[in-house]
């Protein structure tokens, strides 16, 4: 399987890490427009421009959201053409060839990801394409299934829930741990016990803390605590949305 993979942002990154891991597909090259054409420490040419006449199975386009468009029209018109958001509808991709490799994690430079370990929402717009998506999957050892562009950005939107929001709560904890010369270490057991609980129970269930009991004087207590005002308005909209789920 030939692949050209564009984006060198940190999706990109982690592709090209086990796009040339894998012996079934050959990294043609990568694209990067704001790089100087260079070779890669594996020997993968790195362009800044798309090369109209080169033959490949997939283009996988791993940018923002808002150049995947414009990156879309400089390829070659019968190619197939595939791009990782969770936001962009299929729709919105004005090819007959057209599809969706969208890796449900949150990556990050310098931390490496395990592919088998992911799972990889995919779209085509048509059924042979969609096998090219599904052997591209097995051959990174992800597991992957198929849904519709609307469903995909609903999963989207509770990916973000649960890793933008979440992530944001553990920087105001940090905060407030800092303030107050604790180390925010003394959290991580608790954190990762909230997150291995619901593993095994749904996450109401899993939902504890003084909200959850309708401990009225706690929650006062931890308000008035509270001195960030932005930081307050979370903690009571988030009070309120778990004691409406109790009711």
């Known amino acids: 399987m030939k692949i050209t993979l564009i984006g060198g942002g940190k999706l990109g990154e982690h ?4 796009l040339i891991s894998v012996g079934q597909v050959q990294l043609l090259k ?3 427009r704001s790089r100087e054409e260079s070779l890669t420490p594996e020997g993968i040419n790195i362009v800044n421009k798309i090369d109209q006449d080169e033959k490949c199975d997939i283009y996988l386009i791993a940018v923002s959201d ?3 468009k414009e990156v879309v029209q400089l390829l070659p018109k019968d190619s197939f053409v595939v791009h990782t958001s969770g936001s962009i509808s299929l729709k919105e991709i004005k090819r007959d060839r ?8 949150t990556f990050t430079k310098g931390s490496d990801v395990n592919f088998s370990e992911i799972f990889v929402g995919l779209e085509s717009k048509n ?3 969609l096998m090219i998506l599904k052997k591209l999957a097995k051959h990174i050892g992800s597991k992957s299934f198929v849904l519709n562009s609307s469903k995909r950005e609903q999963l989207h939107l509770a990916a973000v829930l649960v890793n933008n929001f979440t992530n944001h709560l553990f920087a105001e904890a940090n905060l407030i741990c800092k303030k107050n010369n604790l180390p925010f270490d003394i959290l991580l057991p608790l954190i990762k016990e909230t997150v291995q609980k619901v593993e095994k129970l749904s996450p109401k269930n899993s939902q504890t803390g003084p909200a959850s ?3 009225s004087e706690t929650i006062s207590k931890q308000i008035k ?5 932005r930081l307050k308005k979370i903690y009571k909209v988030l009070t309120s949305a778990i004691q409406e789920c109790n009711d």
């Open 213 to 215: 009991r309708n401990d």
């Open 127 to 129: 059924s042979k394409d």
């Open 15 to 18: 592709l090209y890490k086990v």
């Open 30 to 32: 990568w694209v990067i």
């Open 66 to 68: 808002n150049s995947i």
């Open 225 to 229: 605590l509270i001195t960030n005002s």
């Open 98 to 105: 057209a599809g969706v490799f969208y890796p449900i994690q």
